[in-house]
């Protein structure tokens, strides 16, 4: 079901190439999400209400949700799915507020100063997948951020579902109203990308999108990039655990199947040194995914050349092959777990022992699900507050501290062939350098 990679002894200097991994061919998929944005940008609203005729059968006059939809949603919701809703909203509040950034002044000399100010994005589009899953969670992820940030105008889109009438799935909608989003889309893949770069008759054009999709989207976010803000190319959903023979095999076996359960391409990677550990868990995965509801998704995801167990000499080596796999998701299952945690480098978010299960930061943690994968995690943050906010540099001098600079600046301006740029400064002191 899931195939073993032996790294025991000497690792590889190219640790990333042995490594298992879904291949996302975003370039192949440029050559067809080309045309669509080129439309959506020529023809607006027109263009996005054909291309999702054709992709998603659907055909709504607008690509508008109907506000009272919205509500009538949240009302139909089941108490208990509004309740956990509510709570992951909170949350993820409380963690997101705090990640607010305030205005910094620095004194660089006397009379000059440098403030960083911070300004949220005047409108954003927030990308909420649809398909194989339903995912209210990824609302909540997108939105919270964004108001916190506080972002002026926010419209969320998700895939319009022929099964709902042309709108997106209720609980969407639902999570939607119980976030004040009153303006929702039902437009999916690269015409949702384009509606929010180009702009509308339905939809006015935004400044940055967010949210996860599928390669289609990631192709558009490559393309549109520039025209619009992005936060990520999302890949397939990976999950890396690291465990040593302490863990628990039924609970490793368990998030690995939980990660699997995305998608056919979910990357599920288990690193141990445990040769032991790695044999029950083989045969926990065997009984559990036979018991479980997509039985058919998960076993083409372990087996998929994306998923692997991994064996090691030490928890030591364990810790350079999870860096250099730069997770979307890692859990680490060892001994002495944090202090091991603490060490990582390299991942989207760490979970820290068994009380704190990826399906948990999915959800309630107060985390933010939308996270790098692809092994971007070495060189990217997942979605926060910061992603919607712009630091600007504010700076100011006085006359005397900039009499102080002057003689510098001309220095450096000539030394690169550029002496306009210290005339500049020579003209407000009658074109002579101060003294």
């Not at 990333?16 to 370039?27: G, N, Y």
């Not at 899953?133 to 108001?147: C, G, H, I, K, L």
């Not at 939809?203 to 976010?221: E, F, S």
């Amino acid at each position: 079901m899931i195939s073993r990679i032996d790294l025991r002894g000497p690792l590889p200097g190219d640790l990333r190439s042995v490594l298992p991994r879904a291949e996302l061919d975003v370039e192949a998929a440029l050559d067809k999400v080309r045309p669509i944005c080129a439309d959506v940008r020529h023809r607006g609203a027109a263009a996005v209400r054909e291309h999702t005729r054709a992709f998603d059968g659907v055909d709504r006059e607008s690509s508008r949700v109907p506000v009272e939809e919205i509500h009538a949603a949240l009302a139909g919701l089941d108490p208990a799915v509004r309740d956990a809703l509510e709570e992951s909203i909170r949350r993820a509040r409380v963690v997101h507020r705090a990640q607010r950034r305030g205005e910094v002044t620095t004194q660089v000399v006397p009379g000059g100063t440098v403030t960083e100010r911070w300004i949220p994005v005047g409108r954003v589009g927030l990308y909420v997948p649809g398909g194989r899953a339903v995912y209210p969670s990824s609302v909540v992820m997108n939105v919270v951020p964004a108001q916190e940030a506080g972002v002026g105008s926010l419209a969320v889109t998700s895939p319009a579902q022929r099964e709902f009438g042309g709108l997106p799935h209720p609980a969407i909608l639902a999570a939607c109203a119980l976030l004040g989003v009153e303006e929702v889309h039902a437009v999916g893949g690269a015409q949702a990308v384009a509606m929010f770069a180009y702009g509308t008759a339905d939809c006015a054009r935004a400044d940055l999108v967010t949210g996860p999709g599928n390669v289609y989207v990631a192709a558009a976010k490559r393309l549109l990039k520039g025209v619009i803000g992005i936060d990520a190319e999302a890949g397939p959903t990976e999950i890396a655990i690291l465990a040593d023979g302490t863990a628990d095999a039924a609970e490793v076996a368990a998030d690995l199947i939980s990660q699997a359960e995305h998608d056919v391409l979910a990357a599920a990677v288990l690193v141990t040194d445990s040769p032991r550990l790695a044999g029950e868990v083989e045969a926990e995965l065997a009984a559990q995914v036979a018991r479980t509801k997509h039985t058919g998704r998960i076993t083409e995801a372990l087996a998929g050349r994306q998923s692997g167990i991994v064996l090691v000499d030490s928890v030591e080596a364990g810790l350079a092959v999870v860096d250099a796999y730069a997770a979307e998701h890692l859990e680490i299952h060892t001994a002495d777990a944090a202090e091991v945690a603490a060490r990582v480098r390299n991942a989207g978010a760490i979970f820290v022992g068994r009380h704190a299960p990826v399906s948990l930061g999915d959800y309630l943690a107060g985390s933010n699900h939308v996270l790098p994968t692809g092994g971007c995690a070495c060189h990217s943050s997942g979605l926060s507050v910061q992603s919607f906010l712009r630091g600007v540099h504010v700076v100011e001098y006085d006359r005397d501290a900039l009499a102080e600079a002057t003689g510098r600046v001309v220095a450096l301006a000539e030394a690169e062939d550029l002496p306009a740029h210290g005339a500049a400064l020579k003209a407000r002191f009658g074109w002579e350098v101060p003294s």
